[in-house]
């Protein structure tokens, strides 16, 4: 006990001692959560012509009200086209002017199937949202209460995929930097000195990036607008499981990896493809069976679920994702345990 | 070297009752296809200071990871005070410190945090361990620099450091893999004068280096290990004793020669053909060892003939004790020449 102690106190005055790299890993927290949060979410104030110099449809005022788009009003239609090719606006809706037609063209540039999604569904979410005011026949509505918006939704993934990426970090910093430095020898010299290690600096760890987790939500909340929601404790819970879970994965992947560029190198590939793959980003009710598959094979689907129940209130089975977690937990250690005892001398 | 302490180490050695503190027996270690250690056997007894000496890949850090339970041998066992390394490792590693070759302290903490971090890791009580941490940082000459971060030490007190985290568990053996290497001469000088008070204080040492000056100085016994063999050891006497020659001569030349041509004309002096001879071009200077079964003034008359006849002028001729260098480079170039009279090894 005394062994795990000293090792815990020692990286506690380690990571102190580098505030550097405490802000930076707090930084690129806010980072992800505002930037890809945002982008996730999709655009706003999307800059929108309109061609109705008769003003024959509403659709000034829906679309300006949505908030999703900027309208500008055109009294010339080669003008509003003029504007569309070089870029000034994203799309131009021409509102035929002739009283018998009922016709709204929407044209883009063309090029940016990406935009032209964006477009398509923030009027589809215009129309459904004014179905009453427009007479349409299209209606959009929800099986149960949604309390949360886009950007609530978008973040308890990111959370999740931040839980990876901070765990990571940190744990090469505590392992692998003393592999390199060799003050490890140290450490596993000391009798008992190798068990010690394994369980202080994955407790180290997983608190450590689990105060900067938790610090850059609570600074990015109210900036961002996004909810945190009531249930802090199992926020909390969640977040010290899959920084444990990650640890000691990230423990096992960096005793086959063994040097600080192929572990960084791995981890960051990895990381994106995961961050697609686990439902942080697309439900993965989206994704094809093979894909839905795949995500279920890996622990950041489960902490996405847990942290999406926590967050916003969304059903989870969080027996099921607290299993899983611990599983892939015991899988990483096993794996460090084994390497760590046969190559003591190597790292 | 201490003289009574060689005395007392050599009756231990004597006294087939005294146990060895280090023991090793036939150890061997393959890397792949790659034999880097090979049989080694030996034993190191209490208070002795043993000093392996080899090449670079000779084996002699694979020897020491071994021993310290980082690196598990292909075959053979050894014992440390009585504990079996493989069965009983934890409980061998409480009985001795490491001094590696790579200078391995926290940079970003302070020198005595470091030293309260090994202190806490070992289980030393609060109260024994501030006042062990003190007294070392003053041996070492760092007290006026305990609060600071060792980043910002010179390598040399970082390796005087290094000792004290080393030895400040107070173990019983001491394993010392290159401690001096880097170092300037008063650094080393420093270093040296720990070892010899450790030593003083019963501390068993197993020490690896390069330096050939620093076994001669400090060690009881000297191991030269070759290939991943141990090749021989002893006292220097016996070492001289076990390579059939008595004396060491030096002739220093005069103007630039050429070895080729040098070595040409000392195949023509039968004093020298007995003994092989060793051109140092950084000295300008022909040594070669004398045999035993020659007598000196022998030697004296038929080297100062040949160097008349060869018209070779030179400044400096002297004879001497053959030195540790004399007998290493003896070893290490040409085994198969060497009749090395069998002498007591650790192995059983």
Same mark, same amino acid.
């Given at each position: ?43 706003? &104030? ?22 999703? %788009? ?14 569309? &090719? ?86 090469? %910093? ?35 990036? &689990? ?26 819970? %969640?977040?010290?499981?899959?920084? %444990? ?32 793959? &686990? ?69 | ?17 005294? /146990? ?71 409980? $061998? ?125 400090? $060690? ?50 039968? $004093? ?75 192995? /059983?």
């Amino acid at each position: 006990m005394h062994q795990i102690l000293a090792i815990i106190k020692k990286d506690i005055l380690q990571w102190m001692r580098r505030p550097l790299y405490f802000i930076s890993s707090t930084l690129l927290a806010i980072l992800i959560i505002t930037c890809v949060g945002n982008t996730l979410t999709g655009s706003n &104030s999307i800059s929108f012509g309109l061609y109705d110099p008769e003003k024959l449809s509403q659709l000034a005022r829906y679309l300006g009200e949505s908030h999703r %788009f900027q309208v500008h009003t055109y009294g010339d239609l080669n003008t509003a086209k003029k504007d569309l &090719s070089d870029h000034k606006i994203v799309a131009l809706a021409n509102v035929s002017q002739d009283p018998l037609e009922d016709q709204v063209q929407i044209v883009t540039d063309g090029r940016n199937p990406m935009i032209d999604q964006q477009i398509s569904a923030g009027i589809l979410n215009v129309l459904t949202k004014k179905d009453k005011e427009l007479n349409l026949p299209l209606q959009s509505v929800t099986l149960f209460p949604v309390t949360f918006s886009l950007r609530d939704y978008i973040t308890p993934g990111l959370a999740a995929y931040l839980c990876y990426v901070l765990a990571s970090m940190n744990l090469g %910093f505590s392992w692998i930097y003393e592999w390199m430095e060799k003050t490890y020898r140290q450490i596993i010299l000391a009798p008992n000195g190798l068990r010690a290690a394994i369980i202080a600096k994955t407790f180290t760890v997983t608190v450590e990036a &689990s105060i900067v987790l938790w610090l850059s939500l609570c600074l990015t909340a109210p900036v961002a607008g996004f909810t945190l929601g009531n249930n802090l404790l199992g926020l909390a819970g %969640f977040t010290l499981l899959s920084m %444990f879970c990650y640890t000691c994965v990230g423990l096992g992947a960096a005793c086959l990896l063994k040097t600080i560029r192929i572990y960084t190198m791995t981890v960051s590939i990895l990381g994106v493809a995961l961050m697609f793959m &686990s439902g942080v980003v697309i439900p993965t009710d989206a994704m094809p069976l093979w894909e839905q598959a795949g995500a279920k094979a890996f622990p950041m689907y489960y902490s996405a679920d847990a942290f999406k129940g926590v967050m916003l209130g969304t059903p989870a089975d969080y027996a099921h994702d607290a299993l899983l977690l611990v599983c892939w937990a015991c899988l990483g250690l096993a794996t460090a345990t084994i390497l760590l005892t046969k190559r003591k001398a190597t790292l | 070297m201490s003289h009574v302490n060689s005395i007392t180490v050599a009756e231990r050695i004597a006294d087939n009752r005294v /146990e060895p503190t280090i023991k090793a027996l036939a150890l061997t270690k393959l890397f792949g296809e790659r034999l880097s250690v090979d049989q080694l056997s030996f034993q190191v007894f209490p208070g002795e200071l043993y000093a392996l000496l080899g090449d670079n890949g000779a084996g002699k850090t694979t020897t020491i990871n071994m021993l310290t339970t980082l690196l598990g041998p292909t075959s053979g066992r050894f014992t440390i005070c009585g504990y079996d390394g493989l069965r009983q490792a934890e409980k $061998a590693k409480s009985m001795f410190g490491v001094v590696s070759q790579d200078v391995a302290i926290y940079q970003e903490l302070t020198a005595y945090e470091n030293l309260n971090f090994i202190a806490d890791l070992y289980g030393l009580p609060r109260r024994k361990a501030a006042p062990r941490i003190n007294l070392l940082l003053d041996t070492a000459g760092l007290a006026d620099r305990a609060n600071d971060k060792v980043g910002d030490f010179s390598m040399g007190m970082q390796r005087k450091l290094s000792i004290a985290v080393a030895i400040l568990p107070e173990p019983r053996v001491l394993f010392m893999d290159e401690p001096t290497v880097g170092l300037d001469p008063a650094s080393r000088l420093q270093i040296w004068s720990t070892l010899k008070e450790l030593r003083g204080q019963g501390v068993t040492i197993l020490l690896t280096t390069h330096y050939l000056e620093e076994a001669e100085l400090l $060690a009881d016994r000297i191991g030269i290990i070759r290939q991943g063999r141990l090749v021989i050891e002893g006292t220097i006497d016996e070492l001289r004793h076990r390579i059939e020659s008595i004396r060491g001569v030096s002739i220093t030349l005069k103007g630039p020669v050429d070895p080729d041509d040098l070595q040409r004309r000392v195949a023509r002096c039968t $004093a020298v053909v007995n003994a092989r001879s060793h051109f140092d071009p950084l000295r300008n200077t022909l040594s070669f060892m004398q045999p035993k079964d020659l007598p000196l003034t022998h030697l004296l008359d038929t080297t100062l003939q040949w160097l008349k006849q060869e018209k070779i002028p030179f400044s400096r001729f002297t004879t001497s004790e053959p030195s540790l260098e004399d007998i290493f480079l003896t070893i290490v170039e040409r085994e198969d020449d060497i009749q090395i009279s069998p002498g007591r090894n650790g192995a /059983e």
